[in-house]
């Protein structure tokens, strides 16, 4: 049995204000393997403003009142001083601690409860919020707090080995996670509380899946093809923007509508800091957390009455939208191959579909009208109760997750070596996480597991060149 903590101790740095940056307009991800940033198709002006949302994406926040009034109103309870901790150099977060580069465990536990009174109901029926946040530790569990203020728990897990014998007579150990939440800080969780333990996903080509139309996606909503057991399920979520119900294509559940929105959402639940799409100064506070919503903020006129004005989120947006955008093939990927063949064979390309056209008339100029070939279908599918976490998040009910695009997955390794994949980190490798899928995917898993040595290398071969 393996064993590891979450929430140890981050190492501290001296926050940067926009006046210090030096920051480089091409940085590239772990999860690399694309154009440096997408800088190259940008004007001078938009490859300044890519420069200062990386820095913002870069800094570390302090607690207020600080002497850097750009940077503080961290917390008072958060998961990260900055979003580069969970997504180092725009890449995906790793489950376990990395404690000589200074980075926290980026596996956060999601919490909520089930709707009990009316009003509660009503808050769901009507899809006015994805979630009930549970009543004492908000909507995600804060390992961390600022001084003077106790951190909400942390997150133990652990892991048995459970051996799979293929069909060729390989054996592959696979780890099944077992999560334990001690040391709460403020009495015991709901009785009926649902937690999803997640890691954060890599900023790879997001301003383009921002960018393929509705339609494009809606149209394959349902519509499994013969022979085929996959029918996905689009998620409509609440837009801050909008004041309405917009169809979700962000994070594991698709329950964003937007990378503006999207980020707000994580300055607000992983940072504690305030926008003006999530006016949360006190964070993830709950009103039973008195002391926590009464702590200093970093509110202030200069930043539109908010933690981080309008013009910070922008710039953030816009970095992460612009972060490593793959390159333009010269020719589509995946039509040629033993491979490629194997993968549609098996059935992957009913939920991983190979490519999406952008739109030509909304949207930013350097991103119109472009095919692009993320293998994803941005629906919702049912993975079976190996993956489930048993927690809905809007229409998404607690079996079901979001296809994970599978462009740039093959660099999809920390500095180390390591290689996490899934929601929550399991599995090690891209042979793990095709055999955890199950349900709606369990006859392409199943297909996958009967191929010779031989063939699942192709199959893997191709799927890492992507």
Request: with cysteine; glycine share 12%; hydrophobic share 40%.
């Amino acid at each position: 049995m393996i064993a590891f903590k979450v929430g140890l101790a981050v190492v501290g740095a001296v926050a940067v204000g926009l006046c210090c940056v030096h920051a480089s307009v091409t940085s590239r991800a772990d999860d690399g393997g694309t154009t440096p940033s997408g800088a190259q198709a940008l004007n001078a002006d938009d490859s300044f403003r890519f420069a200062l949302g990386q820095a913002v994406f870069r800094k570390r926040w302090v607690s207020a009142p600080a002497s850097t009034a750009s940077s503080d109103g961290l917390g008072p309870l958060y998961n990260a001083r900055s979003c580069e901790q969970c997504h180092p150099q725009g890449g995906r977060g790793q489950p376990e601690p990395d404690l000589t580069r200074g980075l926290p465990s980026a596996l956060v536990l999601r919490l909520s409860v089930p709707p009990q009174t009316a009003v509660e109901r009503g808050l769901v029926a009507d899809q006015r919020t994805n979630v009930l946040p549970e009543p004492t530790y908000g909507t995600q569990l804060q390992p961390f707090a600022i001084q003077g203020h106790q951190p909400e728990g942390r997150l133990q897990v652990t892991f048995d080995e459970v051996p799979v014998e293929l069909g060729d007579g390989t054996v592959v150990q696979l780890r099944r996670p077992s999560y334990r939440v001690t040391d709460l800080g403020y009495g015991p969780l709901r009785e009926d509380a649902m937690t999803s333990p997640r890691t954060a996903p890599p900023l790879i080509g997001l301003g383009l899946l921002a960018m393929v139309p509705e339609s494009q996606i809606i149209e394959r909503e349902g519509n499994a093809g013969p022979g085929i057991g996959a029918a996905g399920r689009a998620n409509w979520v609440w837009s801050n923007e909008q004041g309405k119900l917009v169809l979700g294509r962000f994070g594991w559940k698709a329950g964003s509508p937007t990378l503006r929105q999207q980020v707000a959402e994580a300055f607000a639940i992983d940072l504690g800091l305030s926008t003006s799409l999530v006016d949360q100064p006190a964070g993830d506070c709950t009103m039973l957390q008195v002391r926590c919503r009464q702590a200093p903020d970093g509110r202030s006129a200069r930043h539109d009455g908010h933690e981080v004005g309008d013009k910070l989120l922008d710039l953030v947006a816009f970095y992460v939208a612009n972060a490593n955008l793959p390159t333009p093939p010269k020719e589509a990927p995946g039509t040629t191959g033993e491979g490629a063949s194997l993968f549609h064979a098996t059935g992957c390309g009913a939920c991983h579909r190979p490519s999406f056209e952008t739109s030509a008339q909304s949207g930013p100029v350097h991103l119109r009208a472009r095919v692009i070939w993320p293998y994803t279908d941005l629906l919702l599918h049912d993975m079976g109760d190996d993956l489930a976490d048993g927690r809905p998040e809007g229409l998404a009910d607690g079996r079901m997750w979001r296809t994970a695009p599978l462009w740039a997955v093959g660099r999809a390794q920390t500095s180390d070596g390591r290689q996490t994949f899934l929601h929550d980190g399991r599995a090690r490798s891209i042979d793990e996480a095709v055999l955890w899928h199950g349900g709606e995917a369990r006859a392409a898993r199943d297909a996958f597991a009967q191929l010779t040595a031989v063939e699942r290398h192709a199959l893997v071969a191709f799927v890492k060149s992507l």
